[in-house]
């Protein structure tokens, strides 16, 4: 993975690269000029430090090609991890 | 400009887990099984590989897959043991191993020549919980200098696997650890958890885990892997 040179410091930031991996199929799929927000559900049980997974995604959809997307974690049941949605400006303007 | 949102609900892990099964049908079409092993650092997966590949090299092929941090240091020790294949896996900094490096580390393995396959995961007890590799089992190793409550600490650890290894048992007299308790607090977790108890270094208790690999492992006398049929018994892992 390009991002920090390939190094992956830690769980949370693998899993944030993952994120903006599956934004930037919907983002391409949908023809997004650019991605407002991002939101996942993060379970109790799945493994993950909530704030440093925050930090890491908020610090990937900082730079191109989200110019400063909003991270929006939603708590959820067990071990989910979902990309719960993607929020979009599509360009097009609307009636 | 309009803002749409789109609703994905599409699990971070499904890349993960495709290739995870890919990996899963790879090794059940060449009859091979896997286990996992993963523990915290220093509880002994290392030294336990050692000696099962001492004990039961020369009877049945393995091939280990070493997950380290930043060094080689495992498979070198590995290495010296065994003539077979040790494929050492670093991973940068990166707490887990994930399927894509199985399914990379498998490109050099001979399954056809192969009749177990050992995964020693990065010492951690957290991740490698939720990362499927393709394995037949996770073993989770966990030695009698930790605390008993380490099932109650890391649950998702303890759920997933299918077998424990209480190491380090030849230490019982210096520590307080109490097994029975250990033992209860891991089949809260997980009743279906079988138990080996087990000292790598002094060979205590090794019969039984040595057994349950032997009777785990892929029977040597198979003419051509491309012939058995997918609908065969399963076997008794």
Same mark, same amino acid.
């Given at each position: 993975?390009?991002?920090?040179?390939?190094?992956?410091?830690?769980?949370?930031?693998?899993?944030?690269?993952?994120?903006?991996?599956?934004?930037?199929?919907?983002?391409?799929?949908?023809?997004?000029? &650019?991605?407002?927000?991002?939101?996942?559900?993060?379970?109790? /049980?799945?493994?993950?430090?909530?704030?440093?997974? &925050?930090?890491?995604?908020?610090?990937?959809?900082?730079?191109?090609?989200?110019?400063?997307?909003?991270?929006?974690?939603?708590?959820?049941?067990?071990?989910?991890?979902?990309?719960?949605?993607?929020?979009? /400006? /599509?360009? &097009?303007?609307?009636? | 400009?309009?803002?749409?949102?789109?609703?994905?609900?599409?699990?971070? *892990?499904?890349?993960?887990?495709?290739?995870?099964?890919?990996?899963?049908?790879?090794?059940?079409?060449?009859?091979?099984?896997?286990?996992?092993?993963?523990?915290?650092? #220093?509880? #002994?997966?290392?030294?336990?590989?050692?000696?099962?590949?001492?004990?039961?090299?020369?009877? +049945?092929?393995?091939?280990? +897959?070493?997950? =380290?941090?930043?060094?080689?240091?495992?498979?070198?020790?590995? $290495?010296?043991?065994?003539?077979?294949?040790?494929?050492?896996?670093?991973?940068?900094?990166?707490?887990?191993?994930?399927?894509?490096? +199985?399914?990379?580390?498998?490109?050099?393995?001979?399954?056809?020549?192969?009749?177990?396959?050992?995964?020693?995961?990065?010492?951690?007890?957290?991740?490698?919980?939720? !990362? =499927?590799? #393709?394995?037949? $089992?996770?073993?989770?190793?966990?030695?009698?200098?930790?605390?008993?409550?380490?099932?109650?600490?890391?649950?998702? *650890?303890?759920?997933?696997?299918?077998? $424990?290894?209480?190491?380090? +048992?030849?230490?019982?007299?210096?520590?307080?650890?109490?097994?029975?308790?250990? *033992?209860?607090? $891991? @089949?809260?977790?997980?009743?279906?958890?079988?138990?080996?108890?087990?000292?790598?270094?002094?060979?205590?208790? @090794?019969?039984? !885990?040595?057994?349950?690999?032997?009777?785990?492992?892929?029977?040597?006398?198979?003419?051509?892997?491309?012939?058995?049929?997918?609908?065969?018994?399963?076997?008794? !892992?």
């Amino acid at each position: 993975m390009p991002a920090f040179g390939g190094r992956l410091p830690m769980h949370e930031l693998s899993l944030a690269l993952e994120v903006c991996r599956l934004v930037e199929g919907v983002a391409d799929r949908e023809r997004a000029n &650019r991605v407002t927000g991002v939101g996942v559900e993060v379970g109790a /049980d799945a493994g993950v430090e909530v704030e440093n997974f &925050r930090f890491c995604l908020e610090t990937l959809l900082r730079d191109p090609p989200f110019d400063g997307a909003r991270t929006d974690l939603v708590p959820a049941e067990g071990d989910t991890l979902r990309l719960a949605y993607v929020e979009i /400006d /599509d360009g &097009r303007s609307h009636h | 400009m309009a803002v749409r949102t789109i609703e994905v609900r599409e699990r971070v *892990m499904a890349r993960n887990d495709e290739l995870a099964e890919e990996v899963r049908r790879r090794l059940q079409r060449a009859g091979v099984p896997a286990f996992n092993l993963v523990s915290s650092p #220093g509880s #002994g997966k290392t030294l336990l590989l050692e000696r099962t590949l001492e004990r039961l090299g020369r009877e +049945i092929a393995m091939a280990v +897959i070493t997950g =380290d941090v930043q060094t080689q240091n495992d498979a070198d020790r590995l $290495a010296r043991h065994t003539d077979r294949l040790v494929q050492a896996v670093v991973t940068h900094g990166a707490c887990h191993l994930d399927a894509s490096q +199985i399914s990379r580390a498998l490109e050099a393995i001979d399954l056809h020549a192969t009749q177990l396959l050992f995964v020693e995961n990065v010492g951690n007890l957290v991740c490698p919980a939720n !990362w =499927d590799l #393709g394995e037949t $089992a996770k073993i989770v190793v966990f030695s009698v200098t930790e605390g008993e409550d380490k099932p109650l600490k890391y649950p998702a *650890m303890f759920r997933n696997a299918g077998y $424990a290894v209480l190491n380090k +048992i030849d230490l019982l007299p210096h520590v307080s650890f109490d097994l029975d308790l250990a *033992m209860a607090n $891991a @089949l809260a977790i997980n009743p279906a958890l079988r138990f080996f108890k087990t000292s790598a270094r002094t060979g205590a208790g @090794l019969e039984e !885990w040595i057994e349950f690999l032997r009777s785990s492992a892929r029977p040597p006398a198979i003419a051509s892997p491309s012939l058995i049929p997918s609908s065969s018994p399963v076997p008794p !892992w």
